[in-house]
C-alpha cells in the first residue's frame, strides 16, 4: 500500500483559490533520485505567475489549459528520507537544499530529485528557512556577477533592494566591494541599510535617475524604470540589468552590444546548465556559511495557508521572502 502526503495541488490557471490542500500518494524516487522530505520552500513573485499561466507563452512548456504538473514550486530544503539504487553522492539523513527542475512538485511534503540535478548538502550553521530561497540568490548572482562582473569600487545601483532578488544583490555587491546604493520603500529603508548598503533612496521622494548621480551597474530589479530613462546615470561602459524579459529588452541587448558602450544584458538563470548554477549555488553556500550573505523573511505560513501565501506575495507588499514552514505545528 503506497504511503500518502498532503500537497497543494493546480488543477486549472486562476486566482489563488484555485489552489488546494489534497492527501496524494507519496512519490517514489527511480534509480538516480532521491525522495526529500520537505522542511521549507519559499513563495516567490514567480509562483503566482505560474499559477495563472503567464505570461502566456510559457503555457508551451508547462501545460496549455493547466499544469501538466499539478504541484507547483521548485525551490526547497529538506531532508533525504530515501535514495534509488544507483545513488552514490547522498544518503538517508543528509539535509539538502536545490531546485526540482522543470517537474517542480514541492508544494508538497515530499519531492523527488535526480541526484545529478541541482542538489546540493546543506551547511550545518544554516537553517532550512534560510536556505530555501537560496536559487533566488543564485539569481542575482547571475546577473552581478557572470552578467556584469562586478568589481571592487564600482558603483551600484539596485533598483527594488527590498525584494527577494534585491535584497540578494545588495549583500552580494557589497561582497565584491562595490558601492552600492539602494532604493526601496520608506520602510525598507533601514532593513536595505542593514544588509550593508553604503546609500539608501526612498523612491517616494527621490527620483535616482535625476540626481545626477553615476554608476557603473543599474540592477532594475523591480522592472520600473528603462535603459532609455537610467542612459544619463549610466558611466560611459555602464551595464543596465533587467531580470523580465521583453521584446524591448531583447532588442535593447542587440542594438547596445552593436551599437553602444553602454550595455542592456539579461539572462534567463533557470535556463542555465545545471553545472553552472551548482558551481553558483556552491560560492553562495559558502558565503552563507561565512556570514557574508543572509536572508531576510518577511512572513511565514503552513502549508494549508498556501492561498494566503499566495495572496500576501500577490499584493505586491512583501519585504523580501515568504516562507511555507512545512514543520508548523511542530514549531507552534
Known amino acids: 500500500m503506497y504511503k500518502r502526503m498532503k500537497a497543494v495541488t493546480l488543477n486549472k490557471y486562476g486566482k489563488p483559490d484555485a489552489l488546494q490542500l489534497v492527501d496524494i500518494e507519496m512519490p517514489i524516487p527511480k534509480e538516480d533520485e532521491v525522495l526529500i522530505k520537505i522542511d521549507a520552500i519559499p513563495v516567490t513573485t514567480e509562483d503566482p505567475l505560474q499559477r495563472m499561466g503567464r ?11 493547466k499544469p501538466k504538473n499539478p504541484i507547483l514550486g521548485a525551490e526547497f530544503s529538506g531532508e533525504i528520507v530515501s ?16 531546485h526540482s527542475g522543470k517537474g517542480l512538485g514541492c508544494y508538497a511534503e515530499y519531492v523527488c530529485v ?17 536556505l530555501a530561497p537560496v536559487c533566488t540568490f543564485m539569481a542575482a548572482w547571475n546577473f552581478m556577477v557572470s552578467l556584469a562582473e562586478v568589481k571592487p569600487n564600482q558603483k551600484v545601483l539596485i533598483n527594488g533592494a527590498s525584494g527577494t532578488v534585491g535584497t540578494a544583490a545588495v549583500q552580494i555587491a557589497k561582497s565584491f566591494g562595490a558601492q552600492v546604493t539602494g532604493v526601496c520603500s520608506t520602510s525598507m529603508m533601514e532593513v536595505v541599510q542593514s544588509l ?36 544619463n546615470s549610466l558611466s560611459e561602459t555602464g551595464v ?18 552593436v551599437f553602444c558602450k553602454r550595455k542592456v544584458l539579461f539572462s534567463a538563470t533557470g535556463l542555465l546548465p545545471i553545472s553552472k548554477r551548482k558551481a ?40 523580501g521572502n515568504v516562507i511555507v514552514d512545512l514543520n508548523w505545528k511542530s514549531n507552534s
Open 280 to 319: 553558483y549555488l556552491t560560492k553562495l553556500s559558502k558565503l552563507f556559511s561565512d556570514g557574508k550573505l543572509r536572508t531576510i523573511i518577511d512572513k511565514r505560513y503552513p502549508l494549508e495557508h498556501m492561498v494566503e501565501a499566495h495572496r500576501y506575495v500577490e499584493s505586491g507588499v512583501k519585504k
Open 55 to 65: 505570461p502566456y507563452f510559457t503555457r508551451l512548456f508547462f501545460g496549455f489549459t
Open 196 to 231: 550593508g548598503a553604503d546609500k539608501v533612496i526612498d523612491y517616494s521622494c527621490d527620483t535616482f535617475t535625476e540626481n545626477g548621480e553615476i554608476y557603473d551597474i543599474i540592477f532594475d530589479v523591480a522592472n520600473k524604470t528603462s535603459f532609455k530613462k537610467c542612459l
Open 83 to 98: 535514495t534509488g539504487k544507483h545513488v552514490s553522492q547522498f544518503e538517508t539523513g543528509d539535509k539538502v537544499f536545490g
Open 240 to 257: 543596465y540589468l533587467n531580470p523580465v524579459l521583453s521584446i524591448g529588452i531583447i532588442i535593447q541587448m542587440w542594438w547596445t552590444k
Open 114 to 130: 535526480q541526484e545529478k540535478g541541482l542538489l546540493l548538502k546543506r551547511p550545518k550553521k544554516i537553517k532550512d528557512e534560510e
